[in-house]
């Protein structure tokens, strides 16, 4: 039996209880209220995500009023219409609907189902700006545009055939691509036609849209937008608490490649984190170090406003992470100082490859930033610190970092000799770099080991990221496994 048109019980006590809890919230827009009586019985995990969230309690106007550091809305200029009420359904699945290639006809609206970071712009046009900026924001194509790269994807991903009795990698399909390297990265999003679905209040059409879902960090959306705010702030809560907890940052970056969460989790700040965040305070804008939390989290370090009990700022929020960062430290090969762009794809070699260094570790240094720019990011970086910690601590942790960077420089160089030597023996063929064992234990060595010991030189991860957990026990290890295989086949040969 098809639902009638009229307000479920349900639903209507949600919106009673949604009025009178508050009788200072702003009012709902007759649109949004419209939403609400389908899709609270029909997704009450949506609705009542949304009914926790400050979108549910808070009109931009209000949001506007709040002074310069607690506020959470960025923009000025706030169109009319959208100022005075809260931020329903509606407001955002409404918004610049020409824009949008999924906007289609739902029950007397025009909506689109992928929120962009361009409609978020609308009130947050600061972050969106900054996020930009972030290499994050250009995840899809810094991997899919670069040839060397992708080729990297397909040697991993991609379907193993035996042609000729020599194997080959095809390329990965789309839903391996999207179950694979662009979960993280993001998709590329298309409308791949329209369906008509039997649903609980008749027949309705929606459009097909292809790699969806997803949330990746830098998705290309259907207004050609880049980013998902949901790989962050999950829809539909849209949490600052969330973001600012580093278990938010794991889904992504948690190696062996890039084992951060692992190392911040082993580090004292994570035991502190872990031991004693119950009693911190996730939600506060702004955030006061000491009393809002005792030891910071991702986002302190890289994004978070901070101030102290007084009130005056520490450091300014940012969503471009890297105005805090000096260094690239995932090498590829090499680490090295940060790109001036975050679209890599633009980067040069001396050799003319898409790749930041070349392979005897000469950086690509008109695509970098110079040593003027490395020392303000490291500034904006240690401000937080110098919240809990004093320079000769700040600075004794950061001469470390550096040393290590040069550190396994030298080493991934040492082993890219070895593996130079074997291609130039003709001993594996250099033309795709991935594809054969002996690649791949080079790979190891840049790929995982070079760069666990440097996060974990990075942010304070102790002893064993460093070491014995994929550090410089399995670095010398893949090493000298290369140097061996260099001298067994020679001999052969
Ligand atoms: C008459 C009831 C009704 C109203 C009013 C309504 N919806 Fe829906 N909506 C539905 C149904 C039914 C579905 C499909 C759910 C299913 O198949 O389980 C749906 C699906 C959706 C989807 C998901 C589409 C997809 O393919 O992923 C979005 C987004 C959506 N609605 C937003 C809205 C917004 C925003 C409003 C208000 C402007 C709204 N809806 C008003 C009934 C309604
Ligand atoms: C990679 C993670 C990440 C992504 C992606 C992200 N954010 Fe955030 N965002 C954060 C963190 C962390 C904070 C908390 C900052 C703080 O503590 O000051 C935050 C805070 C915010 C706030 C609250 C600001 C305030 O003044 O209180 C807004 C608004 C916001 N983000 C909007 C966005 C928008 C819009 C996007 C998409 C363009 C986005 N964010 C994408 C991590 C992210
Ligand atoms: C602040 C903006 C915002 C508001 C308010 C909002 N949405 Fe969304 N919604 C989004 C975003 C963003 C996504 C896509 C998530 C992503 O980027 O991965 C989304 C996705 C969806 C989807 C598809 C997700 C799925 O799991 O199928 C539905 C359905 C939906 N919204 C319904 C609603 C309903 C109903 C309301 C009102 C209760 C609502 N939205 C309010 C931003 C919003
Ligand atoms: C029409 C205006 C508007 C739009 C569009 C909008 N927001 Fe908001 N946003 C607000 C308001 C208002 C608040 C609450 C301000 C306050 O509490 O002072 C808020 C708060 C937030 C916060 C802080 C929440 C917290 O827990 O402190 C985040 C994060 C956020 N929005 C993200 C987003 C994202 C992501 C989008 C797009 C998917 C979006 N917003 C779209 C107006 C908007
Ligand atoms: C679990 C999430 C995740 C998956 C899956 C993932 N990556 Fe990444 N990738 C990351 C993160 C996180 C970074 C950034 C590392 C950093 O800055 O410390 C990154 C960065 C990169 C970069 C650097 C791009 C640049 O120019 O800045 C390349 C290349 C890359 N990944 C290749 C791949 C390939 C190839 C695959 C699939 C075989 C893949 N990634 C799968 C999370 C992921
Ligand atoms: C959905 C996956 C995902 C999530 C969640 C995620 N990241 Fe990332 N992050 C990536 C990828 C992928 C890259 C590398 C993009 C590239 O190099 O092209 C990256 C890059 C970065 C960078 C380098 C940015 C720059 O411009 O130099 C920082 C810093 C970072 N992430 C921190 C965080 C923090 C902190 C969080 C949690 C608040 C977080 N990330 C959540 C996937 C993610
Ligand atoms: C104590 C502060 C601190 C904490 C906590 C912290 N980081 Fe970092 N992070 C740093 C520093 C310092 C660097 C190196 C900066 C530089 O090279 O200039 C860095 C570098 C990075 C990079 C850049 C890697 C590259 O190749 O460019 C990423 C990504 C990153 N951190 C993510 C995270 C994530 C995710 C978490 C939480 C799990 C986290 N960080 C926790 C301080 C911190
Ligand atoms: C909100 C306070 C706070 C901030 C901000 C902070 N730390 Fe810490 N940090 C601590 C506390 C507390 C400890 C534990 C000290 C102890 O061992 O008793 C700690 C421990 C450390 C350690 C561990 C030393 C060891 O031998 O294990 C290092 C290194 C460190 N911090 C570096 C940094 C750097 C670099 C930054 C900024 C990028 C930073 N911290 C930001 C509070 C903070």
Redo the contacts with the bound molecule.
């Keep these: 039996m098809k639902r009638q048109l009229l307000f479920p019980a349900t639903a209507m006590a949600i919106l009673l209880a949604a009025t009178a809890a508050s009788a200072e919230t702003a009012p709902v827009s007759a649109a949004t209220e419209e939403c609400l009586g389908c899709h609270a019985t029909l997704h009450p995990g949506i609705v009542a995500d949304w009914e926790q969230s400050r979108h549910a309690r808070v009109s931009p106007a209000e949001g506007q009023a709040v002074q310069e550091a607690g506020r959470r809305v960025s923009a000025t200029e706030i169109p009319d219409g959208l100022r005075h009420t809260t931020v329903g359904c509606a407001e955002c699945h409404t918004a610049r609907g020409d824009r949008h290639a999924d906007t289609f006809e739902h029950n007397g609206y025009e909506i689109h189902v992928v929120v962009s970071p361009d409609d978020c712009a609308a009130c947050h046009p600061v972050e969106r700006g900054q996020y930009d900026g972030n ?2 924001a ?2 899809y194509a ?2 899919a545009d ?1 040839p ?3 080729m ?2 397909r040697t ?2 991609g379907a193993v055939t035996l042609q000729g009795g020599r194997m080959d990698f095809a390329p990965p399909d789309d839903l391996t691509r999207a179950d ?6 993001g998709t590329r999003l298309a409308v791949a036609g329209r369906q008509t679905r039997d649903t609980d209040f008749g027949e309705l059409q929606f459009p097909v849209i292809s790699g969806w879902p997803n949330n990746g ?1 830098g998705r290309i959306n259907l207004d050609g937008s880049l980013g998902s705010c949901t790989s962050c702030h999950t829809r539909h809560r849209f949490s600052i608490a969330l973001a600012r907890k580093p278990e938010t940052c794991q ?4 190696g062996p ?2 084992p ?1 969460y692992k190392v911040y989790a082993a580090s004292k700040h994570g035991n502190i984190y872990t031991a004693m965040k119950a009693d911190w305070d996730f939600e506060a804008v702004p955030w006061t170090a000491g009393t809002d939390f005792a030891a910071p989290t991702c986002a302190a370090c890289h994004v978070s406003l901070v101030v102290d009990p007084e009130g005056q700022i520490l450091n300014q929020r940012s969503h471009r992470m890297n105005d805090r960062l000096a260094w ?3 090498g ?1 090969i090499y680490a090295h100082a940060h ?1 001036l762009s975050a679209d ?2 633009q ?1 040069r070699n001396q050799d003319g490859l898409a790749l ?1 260094t070349s392979f005897d570790g000469t950086p690509a240094e008109t695509f970098l930033i110079d040593a003027n720019e490395q020392a303000a990011r490291r500034r904006a970086m240690t401000r937080t610190c110098r919240a809990c910690h004093d320079p000769s601590w700040i600075d004794g942790h950061f001469q470390r970092y550096e040393n290590t960077l040069v550190t396994t420089n030298a080493a991934v160089r040492s082993a890219t000799q070895i593996m130079q030597r074997i291609w130039k023996d003709g001993l594996a063929d250099p033309v795709n770099p991935f594809d054969e064992s002996v690649e791949r234990r080079w790979s190891d060595a840049w790929l995982f080991y070079a ?1 666990a010991t440097r ?1 974990s030189a990075a942010m304070a991860g102790g002893g064993d990221y460093g070491v014995f957990a994929d550090g410089r026990y399995q670095f010398s290890q893949a090493i000298i496994d290369l140097d061996d295989w260099f001298r067994f086949r020679s001999a052969k040969k």
């Design positions: 290499l994050m250009h995840a810094n991997l670069n060397l790269y992708a990297l994807e991993i991903s694979a390297c662009f979960h993280c990265h960090v889904q992504c970056h948690v490649d890039v951060v690239r430290q995932f590829l790109p890599t794809t980067i930041p760069n996060f």
